[in-house]
């Protein structure tokens, strides 16, 4: 596609349940992040991919969180026994490179995700 | 201290009006840096880059000051469709890029 897509746009998911997040990057963009925002809250960076390697994954909040990335393309964000304050819209992004002096990002559109 | 700063606002400005925001870093050794724009329950897209010697597109104007951390952002002749959420971009070195939490602007007619 054109632009980078995820799915689902929308998760209501029950406290303890596993929810899988998809990013669907945009072609030949090697690098990829998630990021989640919170209810007026900044970007919080998760986890990025150069290629299918992950080299930081400082941000990931506890080990409930995991994610990959195959084929040099899409990645899936997965979160095991979800909690209220997972509650946030994660977002995915891609660039061309890891983004240095480029600085451009290209973002989805999120898929919010609201644990009951 | 935030490694990205941003008075959160909102700004409430009258169309036409010149308004500025401001954006402190914390890593001296960043090395460069960006304006985006989020609207709405939308995601961030990037506005523009912020160059050492300062630069501007159209109505907006970005300029770095290193010696004191900070970044501004410049926007004049407000129009209602500067209406949005201005993000503070910082590229740390061999890190993804830290974004600041944003500051709203409302342009109001």
């Known amino acids: 596609g054109a632009g980078v897509s995820q799915s689902p746009s929308n998760k209501v998911t029950e406290k303890g349940k596993d929810v899988e997040l998809r990013c669907d990057p945009i072609?030949?963009?090697?690098?990829l992040y998630w990021y989640r925002q919170s209810l007026g809250q900044g970007l919080e960076f998760l986890i990025y991919?150069?290629?299918?390697?992950?080299?930081?994954k400082s941000g990931l909040p506890s080990d409930r969180f995991s994610a990959e990335r195959t084929g040099g393309s899409v990645s899936t964000l997965t979160i095991q026994r979800t909690q209220q304050e997972d509650s946030a819209v994660y977002l995915c992004?891609?660039?061309?490179?890891?983004?240095?002096?480029?600085?451009?990002?290209?973002f989805g559109e999120g898929s919010r995700l609201t644990v009951l | 201290r935030k490694e990205v700063e941003q008075d959160p606002g909102p700004f409430n400005v009258p169309e036409g009006a010149t308004v500025a925001f401001n954006c402190t870093y914390s890593?001296?050794?960043?090395?460069?840096f960006f304006w985006y724009r989020q609207d709405c329950r939308k995601e961030p897209k990037l506005l523009m880059s912020?160059?050492?010697s300062g630069n501007e597109d159209g109505r907006f104007t970005a300029q770095l000051n290193r010696a004191s951390q900070y970044i501004s952002l410049l926007i004049r002749d407000s129009k209602l469709s500067d209406s949005a959420t201005y993000l503070c971009v910082v590229n740390m070195g061999n890190t993804p890029l830290v974004f600041g939490k944003g500051t709203r602007l409302s342009v109001i007619a």
């Open positions: 992004a891609s660039s061309l490179v890891v983004a240095g002096n480029t600085g451009e990002l290209f």
């Open positions: 890593n001296s050794a960043s090395q460069s």
């Open positions: 072609s030949g963009h090697t690098a």
């Open positions: 912020v160059y050492s």
């Open positions: 991919f150069q290629g299918n390697s992950a080299p930081d």
